[in-house]
């Protein structure tokens, strides 16, 4: 438990710090950058990290930003992401996207301003900390998932521990929540190209139509939703429909695409064999048609908080800030179930606020109000962090 004395003296630090916090935010809202180029968004960081008395170490991926504040042999890894997703923004900020389809749509320039200031506050405060904190700033959670790659490359080797937030709509401002066990699904994409043969629409019976069978491949998707994968918290979702082009054209191909998210790292094997065994069936029932099958389970750990982990944000938030236990898993996915992988550690939602915009809409902006309440739970879990 901190002491109240101490606590005060946090607040203070990030109350100063906040209107830095809050420009930095804007300006890597503004200058969003996606994948593996988030090279300026680093440079935005790093200016400000800079005057502190934080060890730079060299960057992994060539984007990322890794340092750490303190002393000892104990590490604890604290991990923001910094990419933002190819989507067009429909808002009107005076600090909106300056990049014709790329957005900070996913919050992760909140979550990159918040560890930000977490490294600015610890700093002031470095002789309190029982462990080393590493800082890292991550390219390529969307999509990519580099957090695999950065921690085959060493990022976390030496850490004990590990800890992340995500802004999450739907959930009081500033308020924290999380659970132990699996918290975000592991998963990936799929990808149906059904083929037949194309011909006038005319005279259907001089081709092959693709599209029924594809049609019988896609309600037959949403039935193994309905029974059997939803009892295993999996899914296996339509996201994608896309045949022909003219009205008067049956075409060659018919192609659907979606995302497969599940909680047990097992399922995938599965969901693969079940999706199969349902084409085989739909394109048995017509002559000529046939079709191939991508299947790429590219996140495949789900995010699992350790005992641990979980009861020290739970501490950290009791006491810092509104605590709302989670009453299931998200099957949103994530990479950072690499670092709290075979580590102590944990994954928590900061809470954007009830009616706020969904992720991922083009209309969406990380919430500033809740900056400080995010530092001071990297705070609090770096400075009361027992081994």
């Not at 706020?356 to 962090?385: E, Q």
């Given at each position: 438990m901190l002491d109240p004395q101490l606590i005060d003296k946090l607040q203070k630090k990030i109350r100063e710090i906040l209107p830095e916090l809050i420009s930095l935010r804007r300006q890597i809202h503004s200058e969003p950058e996606t994948g593996l180029d988030t090279f300026n968004t680093s440079k935005k960081i790093k200016a400000v990290l800079s005057k502190t008395s934080m060890n730079f170490k060299a960057p992994l991926l060539g984007s990322d930003l890794i340092g750490e504040i303190g002393e000892g042999n104990t590490i604890i890894c604290f991990r923001a992401d910094m990419d933002a997703i190819s989507h067009e923004e429909s808002s009107d900020l005076p600090y909106k996207s300056l990049v014709p389809g790329v957005m900070h749509a996913c919050g992760h320039d909140g979550h990159a301003a918040i560890l930000t200031g977490a490294a600015l506050v610890l700093n002031e405060f470095r002789d309190h900390l029982p462990a080393r904190v590493r800082f890292v700033f991550q390219p390529g959670e969307e999509l990519i998932c580099a957090g695999k790659t950065m921690i085959e490359n060493g990022v976390c080797d030496d850490c004990e521990a590990a800890f992340a937030l995500h802004g999450w709509p739907g959930l009081p401002a500033g308020s924290i929540s999380t659970l132990e066990g699996p918290f975000f699904a592991a998963g990936g994409t799929f990808e149906i190209t059904v083929h037949g043969k194309s011909c006038h629409g005319a005279t259907p019976d001089k081709g092959i139509n693709p599209i029924p069978t594809?049609?019988?491949?896609?309600?037959?998707?949403?039935?193994?939703?309905?029974?059997?994968?939803?009892?295993?918290?999996?899914?296996?979702?339509?996201?994608?429909?896309?045949s022909g082009h003219l009205e008067n054209i049956i075409p060659d191909t018919a192609v659907i695409k979606g995302t497969v998210r599940f909680l047990d790292q097992g399922l995938g094997d599965i969901i693969e064999t079940a999706?199969?065994?349902?084409?085989d069936c739909a394109i048995a029932e017509q002559n000529g048609i046939r079709a191939d099958l991508k299947f790429d389970i590219s996140y495949d750990l789900p995010v699992v908080n350790t005992k641990k982990g979980y009861l020290a944000v739970k501490s950290a938030a009791e006491t810092h800030a509104a605590w709302i236990e989670a009453s299931s898993p998200t099957m949103a996915m994530e990479d950072f179930a690499y670092y709290l992988n075979g580590r102590e550690g944990a994954m928590f939602q900061l809470g954007l606020g009830e009616d706020y915009p969904a992720l991922h809409s083009s209309i969406f902006d990380f919430n500033d109000d809740v900056i400080g309440a995010g530092v001071m739970m990297f705070c609090a879990l770096a400075l009361d962090y027992r081994a």
């Amino acid at each position: 438990m901190l002491d109240p004395q101490l606590i005060d003296k946090l607040q203070k630090k990030i109350r100063e710090i906040l209107p830095e916090l809050i420009s930095l935010r804007r300006q890597i809202h503004s200058e969003p950058e996606t994948g593996l180029d988030t090279f300026n968004t680093s440079k935005k960081i790093k200016a400000v990290l800079s005057k502190t008395s934080m060890n730079f170490k060299a960057p992994l991926l060539g984007s990322d930003l890794i340092g750490e504040i303190g002393e000892g042999n104990t590490i604890i890894c604290f991990r923001a992401d910094m990419d933002a997703i190819s989507h067009e923004e429909s808002s009107d900020l005076p600090y909106k996207s300056l990049v014709p389809g790329v957005m900070h749509a996913c919050g992760h320039d909140g979550h990159a301003a918040i560890l930000t200031g977490a490294a600015l506050v610890l700093n002031e405060f470095r002789d309190h900390l029982p462990a080393r904190v590493r800082f890292v700033f991550q390219p390529g959670e969307e999509l990519i998932c580099a957090g695999k790659t950065m921690i085959e490359n060493g990022v976390c080797d030496d850490c004990e521990a590990a800890f992340a937030l995500h802004g999450w709509p739907g959930l009081p401002a500033g308020s924290i929540s999380t659970l132990e066990g699996p918290f975000f699904a592991a998963g990936g994409t799929f990808e149906i190209t059904v083929h037949g043969k194309s011909c006038h629409g005319a005279t259907p019976d001089k081709g092959i139509n693709p599209i029924p069978t594809a049609a019988k491949i896609a309600m037959g998707m949403q039935y193994l939703n309905d029974t059997a994968l939803r009892l295993n918290n999996s899914l296996a979702t339509v996201c994608v429909f896309e045949s022909g082009h003219l009205e008067n054209i049956i075409p060659d191909t018919a192609v659907i695409k979606g995302t497969v998210r599940f909680l047990d790292q097992g399922l995938g094997d599965i969901i693969e064999t079940a999706v199969r065994k349902l084409i085989d069936c739909a394109i048995a029932e017509q002559n000529g048609i046939r079709a191939d099958l991508k299947f790429d389970i590219s996140y495949d750990l789900p995010v699992v908080n350790t005992k641990k982990g979980y009861l020290a944000v739970k501490s950290a938030a009791e006491t810092h800030a509104a605590w709302i236990e989670a009453s299931s898993p998200t099957m949103a996915m994530e990479d950072f179930a690499y670092y709290l992988n075979g580590r102590e550690g944990a994954m928590f939602q900061l809470g954007l606020g009830e009616d706020y915009p969904a992720l991922h809409s083009s209309i969406f902006d990380f919430n500033d109000d809740v900056i400080g309440a995010g530092v001071m739970m990297f705070c609090a879990l770096a400075l009361d962090y027992r081994a």
